[in-house]
């Protein structure tokens, strides 16, 4: 298994421009997670999904839109991006609501909006 | 407003000491609370978890304390090891709620 695989790594945006970070987890996970980790801070919920078709708001979801078509991808697409959307953005599943379980995260895209 | 507080920022520890990091929470309704430890370049990995129907739980050399009355938990590492110089969070759920609410993060750096 991949686990929780993130692309791209990396990536520079000019202010205004748009994107959209890929999420797949390949464990038949029902719970996708979006978070992004700004310096020395924790992390943020910004959306979540509790399976295909069904997503919800987290915490900071202003700026991002996200669906979930698959079990598999829970893309994280970003309109107009501003520099307030530098961060390390990480994607999470978990096959139920985390109590007893693990929440697994991909190993983060770092985006820089100039 | 930030639902769940933690400290130190950052902490350092000889090889061999305890190292313990705090974390404190306002919302009543939470219930699940999760230690995640962070090495550089990488995803948050859990490392411990408890409920607050217990007051303690531990796994090897990693305890977490509970003090619902009090609305603090803490994660203790016992016999540090250079190995264990990560960013460690703390977090917060509710359970039928989804949303997992992550403190601000402690460096720690345990010292040879």
């Known amino acids: 298994n991949a686990g929780v695989t993130q692309t791209p790594k990396f990536r520079i945006l000019k202010i205004g421009q748009s994107m959209t970070l890929q999420c797949t987890q390949d464990?038949?996970?029902?719970?996708m997670y979006w978070y992004r980790q700004d310096p020395g801070m924790g992390l943020k919920l910004i959306y979540y999904?509790?399976?295909?078709?069904?997503?919800d708001k987290g915490e900071v979801p202003n700026g991002y839109n996200v669906s979930r078509s698959t079990t598999e991808d829970f893309p994280l697409r970003l309109e107009l991006a501003a520099p307030s959307q530098t961060s390390v953005y990480f994607c999470?599943?978990?096959?139920?609501?985390?109590?007893?379980?693990?929440?697994?995260f991909g190993p983060g895209t770092r985006l820089t909006v100039l | 407003q930030q639902q769940v507080k933690q400290s130190p920022q950052s902490l350092i520890v000889q090889k061999g000491g305890i190292s313990i990091i705090n974390c404190a929470y306002e919302?009543?309704?939470?219930?699940?609370f999760p230690w995640y430890q962070q090495f550089p370049g990488k995803g948050p990995a859990l490392l411990i978890a408890?409920?607050?129907?217990?007051s303690e739980k531990k796994e090897g050399r990693f305890t977490i304390s509970f003090n619902k009355s009090a609305k603090q938990f803490s994660l203790h590492i016992m016999d540090s090891q250079p190995g264990d110089s990560a960013t460690y969070f703390c977090?917060?759920?509710?359970?039928?709620?989804?949303?997992?609410?992550f403190g601000s993060g402690t460096k720690l750096n345990v010292k040879p």
């Open positions: 999470a599943s978990s096959s139920s609501a985390g109590g007893m379980d693990t929440q697994y």
């Open positions: 464990m038949n996970h029902n719970y």
């Open positions: 999904s509790v399976g295909a078709g069904i997503t």
């Open positions: 919302n009543t309704a939470f219930d699940y």
């Open positions: 408890i409920r607050p129907d217990v």
């Open positions: 977090a917060a759920m509710e359970y039928n709620f989804n949303k997992f609410y």
